[in-house]
């Protein structure tokens, strides 16, 4: 699956380390002002000048994040970038660096890694980031990626988990669950193959919600449309593990209850469809799934003309006093206390 066996391939071992780094981002240039030196030297250089820096790192591991079974090296290397740039967008900052490390074993000939590259390349080019610096080693156990991003924005424009209030909206971009959906059709459709490797899955009434998974868009535009409509959010982040994490990472912060609306919540149709075809909640689907990269935020109730009507943007609760604590109000009317069951890196279980 990680490479054409018809193709020639490069053991990296020919180029060694630094002639590797060099072939694989000799193509990337630098676009933005703050990036005065990228790779290429014993560090990059970046000048932010008035305006502060906002620093993300995430470690991704093959077997554990990701599977190379169904999951090509160019998405792998997008949504490598991708996850990162949208914890510098649920700090309603604009990313403008990444870093890039990776650590890969001998069965990674040289075609593979360029492939990786070239999803990190198109990232970086939808996103308006630099590529500045990584690292590259060799691994016993498959591929390891650490990318770090780097942001940048003024006191007054950033926004923590920490700032919202009782009685603020709460409020989530697009849709959510697709992505855990996805990741279900994807694993059902591997066990398919292992039994039967003639057989070619049809994901074509599943698209939406495979891309959801394989290739993520961080709300970048989310940060531009906010500023646009003189909307400013009192707290945010961003859903990678669950609705409901979420919710309970800004009420701890912020030292706040919230009433969370089941019939709020924004469903695709193709999530409530495969929620029913893999006999599972719709809704816990979309508090526990995970990994959407929707942004998350709060925003004072006199905001909330700004915001009526927008397609992108769906107030789903409002925030309440702390002893009241998280619920979710279902449809019927009861109140159901949130928990957190998204994603754990530690037991790799929903």
């Known amino acids: 699956m990680l490479e054409d066996k018809n193709q020639s391939s490069t053991p990296l071992q020919q180029l060694g380390e630094f002639g590797l780094i060099k072939?694989?981002?000799?193509?990337?240039?630098?676009?933005?002002?703050?990036?005065?030196?990228?790779?290429?030297?014993?560090?990059?250089?970046?000048?932010?000048?008035?305006?502060?820096?906002?620093?993300?790192?995430?470690?991704?591991?093959?077997?554990?994040?990701?599977?190379?079974?169904?999951?090509?090296?160019?998405?792998?290397?997008?949504?490598?970038?991708?996850?990162?740039?949208?914890?510098?967008?649920?700090?309603?900052?604009?990313?403008?660096?990444?870093?890039?490390?990776?650590?890969?074993?001998?069965?990674?000939?040289?075609?593979?890694?360029?492939?990786?590259?070239?999803?990190?390349?198109?990232?970086?080019?939808?996103?308006?980031?630099?590529?500045?610096?990584?690292d590259t080693t060799s691994s016993t156990k498959g591929m390891l990626i650490s990318v770090t991003a780097l942001g940048a924005a003024s006191g007054e424009e950033l926004v923590m988990r920490s700032g919202t209030k009782e009685n603020d909206l709460l409020v989530v971009t697009g849709d959510l669950g697709g992505a855990?959906?996805?990741?279900?059709?994807?694993?059902?459709?591997?066990?398919?193959?292992?039994?039967?490797?003639?057989?070619?899955?049809?994901?074509?009434?599943?698209?939406?919600?495979v891309e959801r998974q394989l290739k993520p868009e961080a709300r970048k535009d989310i940060v531009e449309l906010l500023e646009k409509l003189d909307v400013h959010p009192t707290s945010m982040i961003d859903i990678s593990d669950g609705l409901s994490s979420e919710i309970l990472h800004l009420?701890?912060?912020?030292?706040?209850?919230?009433?969370?609306?089941?019939?709020?919540?924004?469903?695709?149709?193709?999530?409530?469809?495969?929620?029913?075809?893999?006999?599972?909640?719709?809704?816990?689907?979309?508090?526990?799934?995970g990994e959407d990269y929707e942004l998350l935020f709060t925003i004072d109730q006199k905001e909330f003309p700004k915001i009526k009507g927008n397609p992108n943007l769906t107030v789903i609760g409002h925030m309440t006093h702390r002893n009241e604590g998280a619920h979710l109000i279902s449809r019927n009317g009861s109140k159901i206390p949130l928990t957190a069951q998204g994603w754990n890196s530690f037991t790799g279980n929903e």
Do not use: W
């Open 23 to 134: 072939h694989l981002t000799k193509d990337f240039e630098l676009v933005n002002p703050s990036s005065i030196k990228g790779v290429g030297d014993d560090a990059a250089v970046l000048d932010f000048s008035s305006e502060k820096t906002i620093v993300s790192t995430d470690l991704l591991v093959e077997g554990v994040h990701f599977d190379l079974s169904y999951m090509p090296l160019k998405h792998l290397g997008y949504k490598s970038v991708i996850v990162n740039l949208s914890d510098i967008y649920a700090m309603n900052a604009i990313a403008t660096q990444i870093t890039v490390s990776i650590a890969v074993s001998n069965r990674f000939p040289l075609e593979a890694l360029e492939e990786f590259y070239a999803g990190v390349a198109l990232a970086c080019n939808i996103y308006g980031v630099d590529l500045v610096g990584g």
């Open 180 to 209: 855990y959906l996805g990741l279900q059709v994807l694993e059902r459709e591997k066990e398919v193959f292992k039994v039967d490797p003639n057989n070619q899955p049809d994901l074509e009434p599943y698209s939406y919600i």
């Open 251 to 289: 009420c701890e912060q912020s030292e706040v209850g919230c009433n969370l609306y089941e019939d709020k919540i924004p469903l695709d149709p193709t999530v409530i469809s495969t929620s029913e075809e893999f006999k599972m909640d719709s809704t816990m689907i979309a508090l526990s799934g």
